[in-house]
Nanobody
Framework: QVQLVESGGGLVQAGGSLRLSCAASGSIFSINAMGWYRQAPGKQRELVAVIASGTTGGTTNYALAVKGRFTISRDNAKNTVYLQMNSLKPEDTAVYYC???????????????WGQGTQVTVSS
């Protein structure tokens, strides 16, 4: 199996910063895209940022609401993805989920895996 474990959430004042980490472990042959999603109370889960695998240049994409404030990065040697969040706003409050598209063996199709989520709360 594949496990994704997130860390780094918490409570921060508006304008502050947090850094989320997500480490993938288990039966992993390769990891394609990795990303962060979030879900606020009463709302649907939404994409925050995604980063392609290093073999395709590690290109990134961001939701408009976080562009210029959040930065996604990855360490392929550690199977870890990060989300640096700066200039946080109360509307960034949500549970943040890590996602990874993983091939468990060279002959398998890839599948999406999710972390358990980490709470980020931004006070005004």
């Amino acid at each position: 199996q594949v496990q994704l474990v997130e860390s780094g959430g918490g409570l921060v004042q508006a304008g502050g910063s947090l850094r989320l980490s997500c480490a993938a472990s288990g039966s992993i042959f390769s990891i394609n895209a990795m990303g962060w999603y979030r879900q606020a109370p009463g709302k649907q889960r939404e994409l925050v940022a995604v980063i392609a695998s290093g073999t395709t240049g590690g290109t990134t994409n961001y939701a408009l609401a976080v562009k210029g404030r959040f930065t996604i990065s990855r360490d392929n040697a550690k199977n870890t993805v990060y989300l640096q969040m700066n200039s946080l706003k109360p509307e960034d409050t949500a549970v943040y989920y890590c996602n990874a598209n993983v091939k468990r063996t060279s002959w398998d199709w890839s599948n999406d895996y999710w972390g358990q989520g980490t709470q980020v709360t931004v006070s005004s």
